[in-house]
T-cell receptor, first 114, second 115 residues
C-alpha cells in the first residue's frame, strides 16, 4: 500500500469561511482521487472525486483542485456550515491485477463554528 | 438496493474471547476491504480480499487476526484472544470486480469493545 499524506489533522473554521484540506501522494500510478466524508458513528461516504486529466472539479460548495506535477490535491469547502463538521478523508486508487486498490489519508477533523 | 451491511453494529467481548465481524458487500461487488479506526484517528488499512483470495494483507497484525471472503456468504474478520487494544471501529468497504474510477462503498462499521 502506498501512502497518502493529509493535512491538517484538525481544522476549525467559522461559519461562512473556506475550509481547505490538502493531500499528497507519491505513486504516479494513482489515477482516481476520491474524498470521503464521515460523520460520528457512521461509515465514510463518497463526497466528490476527480481524475488526473482535469485540474479542478466543483460540486456545489465543494471543489477539488488537482496538481498532477506536484502530486497534490486539495478539497475546498466554500461557505462552510456547521453541518459540514465531520472527518474528511482523501484517497487515491489505481487498478491493479485484481481490481481497484484504495489508499486513504489519515483524515482531517473539521469543526465549523456557528 | 442494499449497501454494504456489517454486523453486528456493536460487539462487546471480554479479554481472551474471539470476535467475528461480518461484512456483506454490495450485490455484485467481489472486492472487500477492511479498515480499522481507533478513536480520534483515521482509517488504517488492514486487508484487501477478492472472492476466495487475499490480495493484500499488509495491514493485518501478524497474530490473532485473520480474514476470509468465501465464494458464498459474507466476508469475515476474525480476531482471536482479543485484548483491550483491539477496541476500535472496524469498517468494511466493497467495490465492483472490474472498471476504473469506481467508488468504494463503506458499511456503517462494527464497534468492538473489549472489556
Amino acid at each position: 500500500q502506498q501512502q497518502v499524506k493529509q493535512s491538517p489533522q484538525s481544522l476549525i473554521v467559522q461559519k461562512g469561511g473556506i475550509s481547505i484540506i490538502n493531500c499528497a501522494y507519491e505513486n504516479t500510478a494513482f489515477d482516481y482521487f476520491p474524498w470521503y466524508q464521515q460523520f460520528p458513528g457512521k461509515g465514510p461516504a463518497l463526497l466528490i472525486a476527480i481524475r488526473p486529466d482535469v485540474s479542478e472539479k466543483k460540486e456545489g460548495r465543494f471543489t477539488i483542485s488537482f496538481n498532477k506535477s506536484a502530486k497534490q490535491f486539495s478539497l475546498h469547502i466554500m461557505d462552510s456550515q456547521p453541518g459540514d463538521s465531520a472527518t474528511y478523508f482523501c484517497a487515491a486508487s489505481t487498478v491493479g491485477d485484481y481490481g481497484q486498490n484504495f489508499v486513504f489519508g489519515p483524515g482531517t477533523r473539521l469543526s465549523v463554528l456557528p | 438496493n442494499a449497501g454494504v451491511m456489517q454486523n453486528p453494529r456493536h460487539l462487546v467481548r471480554r479479554r481472551g474471547q474471539e470476535a467475528r465481524l461480518r461484512c456483506s458487500p454490495v450485490k455484485g461487488h467481489s472486492h472487500v476491504y477492511w479498515y480499522r479506526q481507533l478513536p480520534e484517528e483515521g482509517l488504517k488499512f488492514m486487508v484487501y480480499l477478492q472472492k476466495e483470495n487475499i490480495i493484500d494483507e499488509s495491514g493485518m497484525p501478524k497474530e490473532r487476526f485473520s480474514a476470509e471472503f468465501p465464494k458464498e456468504g459474507p466476508s469475515i474478520l476474525r480476531i482471536q484472544q482479543v485484548v483491550r487494544g483491539d477496541s476500535a471501529a472496524y469498517f468494511c468497504a466493497s467495490s465492483p470486480p472490474t472498471g476504473r474510477n469506481t467508488e468504494a462503498f463503506f458499511g456503517q462499521g462494527t464497534r468492538l469493545t473489549v472489556v
